[in-house]
């Protein structure tokens, strides 16, 4: 079996390595024909770029590592400055230089990448399923019998920050950065999954289709560890299938199928994602296109502000946050897949957790005061707010928060700060959820403190920082609003001690008191319980 396995490895990084190397090779060059046509699809009206873009580009040949977009970028700056001059404010060219860097690279790429998708599709995400397959399946037998499986955890360079760990953090980083800042390096793998774009939107793929496809295989593969690791645990079991079929159905195929229906409107529109999560829900843009959008597009927005002010607080009542984070969340479901083996890293410090109640709460209030200025400039038909450009605000929230947080860091620090960095220290939802845990729910942890054992399992295990022992130690319920009802404190727990409950809210909050002296009435403490 172990043969096996390293097999699967070397199979693994082959394919890994394969789809490393794609954005650096390839061959672009751009006819006129595709030009003219690349222009005309973009809207674009200025003859001084045409012009100067023309003289750079056209029937010349470039490299995978060669970027485009400097020269796209002076091609628009100086046409600009031109139209300025002249006050020719229709002839402005506004599309982002990287954008039309990436437009150009998937219309002129030419050879063996574009020309063999399927092939190569094979010797990236193929090789890379079925060696992490083979990796994973003989768990089955190496594990042993059910239960706990967290042996020597501390002891491999993958899982206790080693050079493994950190070889992972550098490609997650790096894959983000790409993802979200230099998307024409993506257009090679926008190739690899063409034919699957095509099938289900009827489009070619661009670099979003592929990261939603990644997210979909990623999970899944991951899944399937779960389901071995934690077979003994049936709320494991159904809280990984939940999170997947609702990231695979909900997030990837129903605004594929959507497109396909040419509904522009609700394109990557995700019916589970609700506000300050969706942080453009409320954006000019995207309410403009829902109200020309008709009856289905009445319908998403009013499904949207329901989401937010009716479902998720009542739901949030009767099963706690765990019914988002662990069970439909995509942020989430790739935090408990991909993430698990890295979820001992979160910190359970008092520093972190301070930290942790500044910084969450204070992108909620940043997201809630962002859609206060969007809605007032909407419904007042101005793009500034107390002397303030909207646009600017909403830019530096999809910056900041939509990118280098809930993206880079989010998840590629997975290896090195825990599965949760996000969902614990940025999500707005989370927050938002974490406010109506706290104060207004049925749900708790309860802990039978007589059977502790003070093993610290579930406090090592806990990917939100939360010091489970000390609750379990005393026998008091885990309230805390930053959990996120993962119930993996539950299952590597050897005794028993915890128990996720939905229960009246009477007793809920239950914290015990110290007993000192010989002048305590003990049945005044009794008939208070």
Same mark, same amino acid.
């Given at each position: 079996?172990?043969?096996?396995?390293?097999?699967?490895?070397?199979?693994?990084?082959?394919?890994?390595?394969?789809?490393?190397?794609?954005?650096?090779?390839?061959?672009?060059?751009?006819?006129?024909?595709?030009?003219?046509?690349?222009?005309?699809?973009?809207?674009?009206?200025?003859?001084?770029?045409?012009?100067?873009?023309?003289?750079?580009?056209?029937?010349?040949?470039?490299?995978?590592?060669?970027?485009?977009?400097?020269?796209?970028?002076?091609?628009?700056?100086?046409?600009?400055?031109?139209?300025?001059?002249?006050?020719?404010?229709?002839?402005?060219?506004?599309?982002?230089?990287?954008?039309?860097?990436?437009? @150009?690279?998937?219309?002129?790429? #030419?050879?063996?990448?574009?020309? &063999? %998708? =399927?092939?190569?599709?094979? /010797?990236? $995400?193929?090789?890379?399923?079925?060696?992490?397959?083979?990796?994973?399946?003989?768990?089955?037998?190496?594990?042993?019998?059910?239960? @706990?499986?967290?042996?020597?955890? #501390?002891?491999?360079?993958?899982? &206790? %920050? =080693?050079?493994?760990?950190? /070889?992972? $953090?550098?490609?997650?980083?790096?894959?983000?950065?790409?993802?979200?800042?230099?998307?024409?390096?993506?257009?090679?793998?926008?190739?690899?999954?063409?034919?699957?774009?095509?099938?289900?939107?009827?489009?070619?793929? =661009?670099?979003?289709?592929?990261?939603? $496809?990644?997210?979909?295989?990623?999970?899944?593969?991951?899944?399937?560890?779960?389901?071995?690791?934690?077979?003994?645990?049936?709320?494991?079991?159904?809280?990984?299938?939940?999170?997947?079929?609702?990231?695979?159905?909900?997030?990837?195929?129903?605004?594929?199928?959507?497109?396909?229906?040419?509904?522009?409107?609700?394109?990557?529109?995700?019916?589970?994602?609700?506000?300050?999560?969706?942080?453009?829900?409320?954006?000019?843009?995207?309410?403009?296109?829902?109200?020309?959008?008709?009856?289905?597009?009445?319908?998403?927005?009013?499904?949207?502000?329901?989401?937010?002010?009716?479902?998720?607080?009542?739901?949030?009542?009767?099963?706690?946050?765990?019914?988002?984070?662990?069970?439909?969340?995509?942020?989430?479901?790739?935090?408990?897949?991909?993430?698990?083996?890295?979820?001992?890293?979160?910190?359970?410090?008092?520093?972190?957790?301070?930290?942790?109640?500044?910084?969450?709460?204070?992108?909620?209030?940043?997201?809630?005061?962002?859609?206060?200025?969007?809605?007032?400039?909407?419904?007042?038909?101005?793009?500034?707010?107390?002397?303030?450009?909207?646009?600017?605000?909403?830019?530096?929230?999809?910056?900041?928060?939509?990118?280098?947080?809930?993206?880079?860091?989010?998840?590629?620090?997975?290896?090195?700060?825990?599965?949760?960095?996000?969902?614990?220290?940025?999500?707005?939802?989370?927050?938002?959820?974490?406010?109506?845990?706290?104060?207004?729910?049925?749900?708790?942890?309860?802990?039978?403190?007589?059977?502790?054992?003070?093993?610290?399992?579930?406090?090592?295990?806990?990917?939100?920082?939360?010091?489970?022992?000390?609750?379990?130690?005393?026998?008091?319920?885990?309230?805390?609003?930053?959990?996120?009802?993962?119930?993996?404190?539950?299952?590597?727990?050897?005794?028993?001690?915890?128990?996720?409950?939905?229960?009246?809210?009477?007793?809920?909050?239950?914290?015990?008191?110290?007993?000192?002296?010989?002048?305590?009435?003990?049945?005044?403490?009794?008939?208070?319980?």
């Amino acid at each position: 079996m172990k043969v096996l396995q390293h097999i699967g490895i070397a199979i693994f990084l082959i394919g890994l390595g394969v789809f490393t190397a794609l954005p650096f090779i390839g061959d672009f060059k751009l006819d006129q024909s595709t030009f003219d046509e690349l222009i005309s699809s973009q809207g674009i009206k200025s003859e001084i770029f045409v012009s100067d873009l023309k003289s750079k580009l056209v029937n010349k040949n470039f490299s995978g590592y060669q970027s485009l977009a400097p020269l796209v970028k002076e091609s628009i700056e100086k046409a600009n400055v031109e139209h300025t001059k002249n006050k020719e404010w229709g002839k402005k060219v506004y599309a982002g230089s990287d954008d039309l860097a990436t437009a @150009i690279r998937k219309k002129s790429g #030419y050879g063996y990448i574009p020309q &063999n %998708k =399927g092939l190569m599709w094979f /010797l990236t $995400f193929g090789l890379g399923i079925i060696g992490a397959l083979m990796f994973i399946l003989p768990q089955l037998v190496t594990l042993g019998k059910k239960g @706990i499986k967290n042996d020597h955890i #501390y002891h491999q360079n993958s899982t &206790n %920050k =080693g050079w493994i760990a950190w /070889l992972v $953090f550098i490609f997650l980083v790096s894959f983000y950065l790409v993802l979200y800042f230099k998307s024409e390096y993506a257009v090679n793998w926008t190739y690899l999954v063409d034919p699957i774009s095509e099938s289900l939107s009827g489009n070619l793929a =661009g670099h979003w289709f592929v990261y939603g $496809f990644m997210y979909c295989v990623v999970m899944t593969v991951m899944a399937i560890r779960m389901y071995i690791k934690y077979r003994h645990n049936m709320y494991q079991m159904v809280r990984t299938t939940s999170v997947l079929f609702f990231q695979i159905v909900f997030a990837f195929l129903i605004p594929e199928i959507m497109v396909r229906l040419q509904l522009s409107y609700s394109k990557g529109y995700d019916f589970k994602n609700a506000f300050p999560l969706d942080y453009d829900f409320f954006f000019n843009w995207n309410l403009k296109e829902l109200i020309a959008g008709g009856g289905l597009g009445m319908f998403i927005l009013v499904w949207g502000i329901v989401l937010t002010l009716v479902i998720v607080p009542v739901m949030v009542y009767f099963f706690g946050k765990r019914w988002y984070c662990s069970w439909v969340c995509g942020c989430g479901g790739l935090a408990e897949t991909l993430g698990d083996p890295y979820r001992q890293h979160s910190s359970k410090s008092l520093f972190s957790w301070n930290v942790e109640r500044w910084l969450i709460h204070g992108v909620l209030v940043f997201a809630v005061v962002m859609t206060g200025f969007t809605l007032y400039g909407f419904f007042a038909e101005t793009s500034t707010v107390l002397g303030i450009k909207v646009q600017s605000i909403m830019n530096t929230y999809s910056f900041l928060i939509g990118a280098i947080f809930a993206g880079v860091i989010g998840t590629g620090f997975y290896p090195i700060f825990g599965n949760r960095v996000w969902c614990r220290f940025g999500c707005p939802l989370a927050a938002y959820l974490g406010f109506v845990q706290r104060f207004k729910s049925r749900f708790r942890i309860t802990t039978n403190g007589g059977q502790c054992i003070s093993c610290g399992n579930c406090s090592t295990y806990c990917e939100q920082g939360i010091d489970v022992r000390a609750y379990a130690q005393k026998g008091e319920n885990i309230i805390r609003s930053s959990c996120v009802g993962c119930g993996v404190c539950s299952a590597v727990c050897p005794r028993g001690v915890l128990k996720l409950e939905n229960g009246p809210e009477e007793g809920r909050i239950n914290p015990t008191e110290v007993l000192l002296g010989n002048d305590v009435d003990l049945m005044e403490l009794v008939n208070k319980k």
